[in-house]
């Protein structure tokens, strides 16, 4: 294993030094050249992907190239660059090299925690094929835009790649400025194309609900302004009088950040209602902490989005769909999750059960084959995810398609440590995850433990915690706890589990006790193994859906 440090992260443009030419981002001949990569990587996934001892490289670019002033309030978001270590599980394939670039340098105790875990590869021969790569940069800047500063790091990336290599690069999500580092780079993108990006917002989920015969919530999508989001919800008001709540979604939002909630609590008749709404519409329920109406309202302005209405019910649920569009056009169901959201609006993503319901689980993978099947029409490619609201009324369920997230998200590093520890793999006409020895898995999985209690714990407690209190990940028993997130845990508290059980209830299980030890990690008894399962108010409402 390498760690390398750009020694000049902000020198003269070395592409110019070294006589090359690259095309301005975002010009003509820049995106010509990106469709050309593009093109090639069709014959590399269908001869280099499916053979195991193929001399392959991935280089892992794990920026979140979202909106960062939204980003920016989530606490400890510059750790979740390491949610994508799970990649590090390539590194089973014995000719397989991994690239991995960060904004800062990951604690080696944590890559050696993933490196452990790799079957049959031995550590050393592992770190041999890794190189880490740092930006020495803690800025509020999106990781790619660190990396794109720093020619003489690309450089390293480039030399980086074993000779002979087929290479190709992995990222959280595709944007313009990914596009750019694929073209300096020479090589393709495991995604989706970023002229596409529309088919992955808010406004373009509905579009594509709509084309695929997918039932989706009333609402009014590419509103532009106030103006226009106030017009929207009169309307919606208006076309259902008994509507309580609708929800103000910016089109590029994510995990519930870029959404707002309106009531129509005491709204009046038609004739006043729409300077009522013009009136209250700042009383609305922001989910960003400490995000104003101005400052919401001139992003929405920026981003556009939708206004929908909030779907009620007795028996409410928000399972999820993972799917992905493979260059030769294949669609797979990857996995199926009853997400747990909680915040004061229940719009934010805490967490998720693996498989959903069997109640519906086979009915959602079908309707977002559909969905994905208008989606190649448009020339989508790589994972994405489909979100639902299910209602259940009189012993049947109704599922509404909510949005598309068209890139990796919080369920897609759980589900990968889970395929990678045991070989198995999600059987979507059943709603089932079969290991090799047909034997079942489940688990529960949350980006969101924080405990005050928790604050000071390094990377090297954490992991003698879980061992000396046999909750680590047990590779003969094909259960326990896989953590992530885990430079966070000293500065913030926070912390990631993936909770591995042969049934959904002891995955639970696995979760709460976990939890429990944790907080009382910090104190004499931290090494008991003595601790009871009661730590539900970690997570308010954990149960098994």
């Known amino acids: 294993m390498s760690y390398f440090l750009p020694g000049e992260p902000h020198a003269e443009n070395f592409s110019t030094a070294k006589g090359n030419h690259f095309p301005v981002p975002g010009s003509e001949e820049e995106i010509i050249r990106f469709k050309q990569l593009q093109l090639n990587f069709t014959a590399q996934f269908k001869n280099v992907f499916p053979e195991n001892l193929a001399s392959k490289a991935v280089i892992i670019i794990p920026s979140l190239t979202l909106d960062q002033d939204i980003l920016s309030r989530i606490e400890g978001i510059n750790y979740y660059e390491e949610r994508l270590l799970c990649l590090l599980m390539l590194l089973k394939m014995p000719r397989t090299h991994v690239i991995y670039v960060t904004s800062t340098i990951v604690d080696p105790v944590i890559i050696d925690y993933y490196l452990h875990l790799l079957p049959g590869i031995t550590g050393y021969h592992a770190r041999q094929r890794l190189t880490l790569l740092s930006c020495s940069d803690i800025s509020r800047k999106s990781l790619i835009e660190k990396i794109l500063e720093r020619p003489l790091l690309i450089e390293r990336i480039r030399n980086s790649i074993p000779s002979g290599y087929t290479a190709h690069i992995a990222c959280f999500n595709v944007t313009d400025k990914e596009r750019t580092l694929a073209v300096r780079l020479g090589l393709p993108i495991y995604g989706c194309d970023p002229d596409l990006w529309y088919w992955g917002t808010k406004s373009g989920s509905r579009i594509l609900f709509h084309k695929a015969g997918i039932s989706f919530p009333p609402g009014f999508e590419n509103l532009a302004n106030e103006n226009e989001i106030i017009d929207g919800l009169v309307a919606l008001k208006r076309q259902q009088p008994g509507l309580k709540k609708a929800i103000i979604k910016m089109n590029d939002g994510f995990s519930g950040e870029g959404n707002a909630v309106f009531s129509f609590d005491e709204a009046p008749d038609p004739g006043e209602l729409k300077s009522w709404v013009a009136q209250n519409l700042k009383y609305m329920r922001i989910i960003?902490?400490?995000?104003?109406?101005?400052?919401?309202?001139?992003?929405?302005?920026?981003?556009?989005?939708?206004?929908?209405?909030?779907?009620?019910?007795?028996?409410?649920?928000?399972?999820?769909?993972?799917?992905?569009?493979?260059?030769?056009?294949?669609?797979?169901?990857?996995?199926?999750?009853?997400?747990?959201?909680?915040?004061?609006?229940?719009?934010?993503?805490?967490?998720?059960?693996?498989?959903?319901?069997?109640?519906?689980?086979?009915?959602?993978?079908?309707?977002?084959?559909?969905?994905?099947?208008?989606?190649?029409?448009?020339?989508?490619?790589?994972?994405?995810?489909?979100?639902?609201?299910?209602?259940?009324?009189?012993?049947?369920?109704?599922?509404?398609?909510?949005?598309?997230?068209?890139?990796?998200?919080?369920?897609?590093?759980?589900?990968?440590?889970?395929?990678?520890?045991?070989?198995?793999?999600?059987?979507?006409?059943r709603g089932e995850f079969e290991m090799p020895d047909q034997k079942k898995r489940y688990y529960f999985a949350s980006d969101n433990f924080s405990s005050e209690k928790c604050k000071g714990l390094t990377p090297h407690d954490l992991v003698d915690i879980a061992i000396c209190n046999d909750i680590h990940y047990n590779s003969t028993k094909e259960e326990g706890v896989m953590f992530h997130l885990i430079g966070a845990l000293s500065q913030y508290g926070k912390l990631g589990l993936v909770c591995i059980g042969d049934s959904p209830e002891k995955a639970i299980v696995l979760y709460k006790r976990a939890a429990e030890i944790l907080e009382n990690g910090t104190g004499k008894n931290a090494t008991t193994g003595q601790v009871q399962p009661s730590a539900s108010h970690i997570l308010p409402g954990l149960q098994v859906l």
Not at 308 to 336: F, H, M, W, Y
Not at 372 to 397: H, I, Q, T, Y
């Open 288 to 429: 960003a902490p400490n995000l104003n109406y101005r400052t919401f309202m001139k992003k929405f302005t920026r981003m556009q989005g939708i206004v929908e209405a909030s779907i009620d019910g007795e028996i409410k649920v928000s399972p999820s769909v993972q799917c992905r569009i493979n260059p030769l056009g294949g669609i797979d169901i990857i996995s199926t999750h009853d997400q747990l959201l909680g915040g004061d609006s229940g719009q934010v993503f805490l967490g998720a059960n693996f498989p959903a319901s069997p109640e519906y689980a086979v009915e959602i993978g079908q309707m977002t084959r559909q969905i994905a099947e208008e989606m190649r029409k448009e020339g989508v490619l790589g994972r994405f995810s489909v979100d639902f609201v299910s209602v259940k009324d009189n012993d049947r369920w109704r599922h509404y398609a909510i949005e598309i997230n068209l890139r990796k998200g919080g369920t897609t590093h759980p589900y990968l440590m889970l395929q990678f520890l045991t070989g198995g793999s999600y059987h979507a006409e």
